[in-house]
C-alpha cells in the first residue's frame, strides 16, 4: 500500500497478506480525500477497525493532527504498530490493540471531527458502531462519520441521530457518509 498525497505522499506501507484487513483500494482512498478536502487541517481522527492504517496515516498526511486507531486482530495490530514506526506518525497517533466496542467509552473526553469504520462486512457491526459514536459522545459538533461496507446490502439511512447524507459506490464496495441529524423548526 502507499500513502497517495500530502507530506508522506509516495511512501509505501505493509498490510497482511491475504483479506483479513481487507485494504481500502487506492482508488476509493483518493476519491475519499477528494471528498474530505478542507476538513483535515488539524482534525482529530479515529478509526474503529483500523486495520493496516490506511485510512488514517493518509489523513495524517494530509494535514490532521491526531490519529486514534483500534484494532482488534493481533496480527494486524502488529502490522499496525511496525507501519506508524516506519512512517514516523507514532508522535501523531495513539494504537489501541482490542475491541471497539470495549474500548469506545475511554476514547473520550475530546470528541473526534473525523470518524472512519471499516468493519467485517455483513456482520452488523456497521450500525452498532454509529450508536456507539453516540451513545459515547464521540463525534465533535460538525463532525462526520465515514463508513466503507459492502455496495449490497449497503448501510443504515438512520443510526440515532446520525443520519447519512451521501452513499458513493465503487465496485461491490461503497462509502456512506453521516452526520448528527439536526431537527428541523
Known amino acids: 500500500m502507499r500513502i497517495i498525497a500530502g507530506l508522506l505522499g ?7 497478506p491475504g483479506l483479513s484487513t481487507r485494504p481500502t483500494s487506492d482508488k476509493m482512498r483518493q ?15 479515529l478509526d474503529g477497525f483500523a486495520g493496516s492504517g490506511g485510512l488514517s496515516f493518509e489523513a495524517l498526511s494530509r494535514g ?3 490519529a486514534t486507531m483500534v484494532e482488534l486482530e493481533r496480527a494486524a ?11 514516523g506518525v507514532q508522535d501523531s497517533v495513539q494504537l489501541l490493540q482490542g475491541n471497539f466496542f470495549t474500548l469506545a467509552p475511554r476514547l473520550g473526553p475530546t ?21 456507539a459514536v ?52
Request: with cysteine; glycine share 8%; aromatic share 12%.
Open 10 to 16: 509516495g511512501r509505501r506501507f505493509d498490510s497482511l
Open 77 to 87: 495490530f502488529s502490522q499496525l504498530l511496525k507501519n506508524a514506526q516506519y512512517l
Open 134 to 185: 453516540q451513545q459515547h459522545k464521540l463525534l465533535a459538533d460538525g463532525g462526520i462519520v465515514v463508513c466503507e461496507h459492502s455496495a449490497r446490502p449497503g448501510a443504515p439511512q438512520q443510526a440515532g441521530a446520525l443520519a447519512r447524507y451521501d452513499t458513493r459506490r465503487y465496485g461491490s464496495a461503497a462509502l456512506s457518509f453521516y452526520r448528527a441529524d439536526t431537527p428541523k423548526e
Open 64 to 66: 490532521a493532527q491526531h
Open 111 to 131: 470528541p473526534y471531527d473525523l470518524i472512519f469504520f471499516d468493519p467485517p462486512y455483513q456482520q452488523g457491526l456497521l450500525e452498532a458502531a454509529l450508536l
Open 31 to 45: 476519491a475519499l480525500f477528494n471528498i474530505l478536502y478542507g476538513r483535515l487541517e488539524g482534525a482529530r481522527v
